[in-house]
């Protein structure tokens, strides 16, 4: 997919602010080559044996661009240096938006390397650098959906589609409130072999966040929990998962983010 947005947002500043567009060197609309990254294969290879053995892929590598933004007029040195500020040498990474009707819930989560500057004659008139991504694919925001219960025991069938453009098993984030009488919480994903998430024995009104991806628990008491977990982090395979929520819950709340494979 070409893009044919012209304005974009970097860490959250519009190049507006600075009367900034994104420019093709080759006349025509951004694009990004190729569609989306390529897979790495592990196999092992047997003396003797025609046949490799198979292990699985890895999305692989982190997609990468080129991008050069360019100003209808002459650019300052003073507001180049707020420029170069604003677009380069950033410690971490930071949200690029396109501005473009079919990509407004999409950013990719990148760094601007390699920044170079755009002059004609001795005038100032953008800036090219390269896009790295922290991933093969860019990501929709993130979107939240909750469960909240009034019952003291919880037993309810939850269907969540994960229609991310990533293969591998998506973990989300998620903040459980137990009820007043404290006790068990199990999530069974019947379209994961079955796998269960389980804690148990907490603690009435008790508040959990966990990062699935990560492995990182913490409680609104202070004390580790990781000892009550039985260690299978909550994930989603890609399609359909049935969960099979119980226990003496409050309320649930699961983060996610979806990839989204963006290119020609």
Not at 78 to 90: A, H, N, P, T
Not at 228 to 244: A, E, P, Q, Y
Request: hydrophobic fraction near 35%; charge should be negative; proline fraction near 5%.
């Amino acid at each position: 997919m070409a893009f044919f947005g012209k304005e974009f947002i970097f860490d959250g500043v519009p190049s507006s602010k600075y009367n900034l567009y994104i420019n093709s060197p080759n006349g025509g609309d951004f694009e990004i080559l190729p569609a989306s990254s390529d897979v790495e294969i592990f196999t092992q290879r047997v003396y003797r044996r025609p046949r490799v053995y198979y292990y699985g892929t890895s999305q692989s590598p982190v997609l990468e661009f080129d991008l050069e933004v360019t100003s209808p007029e002459e650019i300052t040195s003073v507001m180049s240096q707020s420029i170069q500020s604003w677009l380069f040498g950033k410690q971490e990474y930071a949200k690029l938006q396109i501005i473009q009707n079919d990509m407004q819930t999409i950013y990719f989560n990148c760094f601007l390397t390699s920044p170079q500057v755009i002059k004609s004659g001795r005038m100032i008139h953008g800036f090219s650098s390269k896009v790295i991504c922290d991933s093969p694919f860019a990501w929709e925001f993130p979107k939240t959906f909750t469960r909240t219960y009034s019952d003291p025991i919880v037993s309810e069938i939850y269907s969540f589609y994960n229609y991310s453009d990533d293969s591998e098993y998506m973990y989300p984030n998620m903040i459980i409130t137990m009820n007043a009488t404290g006790g068990d919480i199990s999530i069974i994903n019947s379209n994961d072999n079955s796998r269960e998430f389980l804690i148990e024995e907490l603690s009435p009104n008790e508040v959990i966040t966990i990062n699935n991806e990560l492995g990182i628990m913490t409680s609104s008491t202070g004390l580790r929990r990781l000892s009550n977990f039985n260690k299978k982090w909550m994930r989603f395979v890609k399609g359909v998962n049935t969960l099979s929520i119980a226990g003496n819950i409050g309320s649930i709340a699961v983060t996610y983010q979806l990839a989204r494979k963006v290119g020609t």
